[in-house]
């Protein structure tokens, strides 16, 4: 779909095509709220079992950020996935938002760990978090 100008529009991608798109795995970007503002923060990621899953520092900003001391409370979150190609001016975005969870029990790290998320940065990254999506939304921008 093309407005006046000839530009192109737009056009919603459903959440099983979103799903779909980000399942390879890569980069994405975690936003969230700070005491300080809103932090994005980039993540490799994966796709396990309907959810995203990444890998962290703990003590660092996302450890320190996304605990509320609260058992079973669990801060909503955004992660994003971009695909672009500058040169067509063509791509998608999917937007994820959900909980952030701790991954903690035995079993749920033994399949966080089977699932082998494998961070780009250097340093240790034992902490495990899984975005349980409870909204996706996409979409896809395609010159015709």
């Known amino acids: 779909m093309e407005d006046r100008a000839g530009a192109p529009m737009p056009e919603e991608i459903g959440a099983e095509e979103c799903l779909t798109l980000i399942s390879p795995g890569g980069v994405g970007r ?4 700070a005491p300080s503002g809103p932090l994005i923060l ?9 959810s995203v899953l990444f890998r962290t520092a703990f003590g660092g ?7 509320t001391g609260v058992r079973g409370v669990e801060f909503k979150i ?7 190609d500058p040169a067509s001016r063509q791509g998608w975005s999917v937007l994820i938002q959900g909980a952030a ?12 760990k089977a699932a082998a ?8 990254r034992r902490l495990y978090i899984r975005i349980t999506p409870v909204q996706i939304t996409g979409r896809r921008i395609v010159r015709s």
Not at 42 to 50: A, E, L, M, R, S
Not at 78 to 84: G, K, L, M, Q, T
Not at 117 to 124: H, K, L
């Open 30 to 33: 975690v936003g969230f709220g």
């Open 42 to 50: 980039p993540v490799n990621y994966t796709v396990h079992q309907g």
């Open 61 to 67: 900003p996302m450890d320190q950020q996304l605990d």
């Open 78 to 84: 955004a992660f994003e996935v971009d695909h672009i």
């Open 101 to 112: 969870h701790r991954i903690s029990s035995e079993e749920e790290l033994t399949a966080a």
């Open 117 to 124: 998320v494998e961070p780009w940065a250097g340093g240790e």
